[in-house]
């Protein structure tokens, strides 16, 4: 079993910076994939950013990349998303999510098949 906990999400003005993490628990949770989805009201929950197992292979949707990094620290069991140049439309809750997967099958990460899901963390960016 895997737990996982977000934190870090609140409000910032647009153009700021935030740094949402992902605390992992559980037996071989280095080992899994994990990736950041977001949704809003008005969206489906989307794809935004994954990590292979143990940081090999990062992955980000085309709205984030460049501006979102995606970084995990196996010794703090933490997964984070560190995002810059933020927009109003970044505005949604943040939720991780880690599936054991194995690394020819990373082209899947995008699609959310996970095991396990956190409770979700609120960003908002203010105009």
């Known amino acids: 079993q895997v737990q996982l906990v977000e934190s870090g999400g609140g409000l910032v003005q647009a153009g700021g910076s935030l740094r949402i993490s992902c605390e992992v628990s559980?037996?071989?949770?280095?080992?899994?994939?994990v990736a950041w989805f977001r949704q809003s009201p008005e969206t489906e929950r989307n794809f935004v950013a994954a990590?292979?197992?143990?940081?090999?292979?990062?992955f980000y949707s085309d709205s984030v990349k460049g501006r979102f990094t995606i970084s995990r620290d196996n010794v703090k069991n933490t997964v984070y998303l560190q995002m810059t140049s933020l927009k109003p439309e970044d505005t949604a809750v943040y939720y991780c999510?880690?599936?054991?997967?194995?690394?020819?099958?990373?082209?899947?990460?995008?699609?959310?098949?996970?095991?396990?899901w956190g409770q979700g963390t609120q960003v908002t960016v203010a105009s």
């Open positions: 559980g037996r071989t949770s280095s080992s899994y994939a």
């Open positions: 990590i292979g197992g143990r940081g090999v292979g990062t």
């Open positions: 999510a880690a599936k054991s997967l194995t690394a020819r099958y990373y082209d899947t990460l995008h699609i959310p098949t996970y095991d396990y």
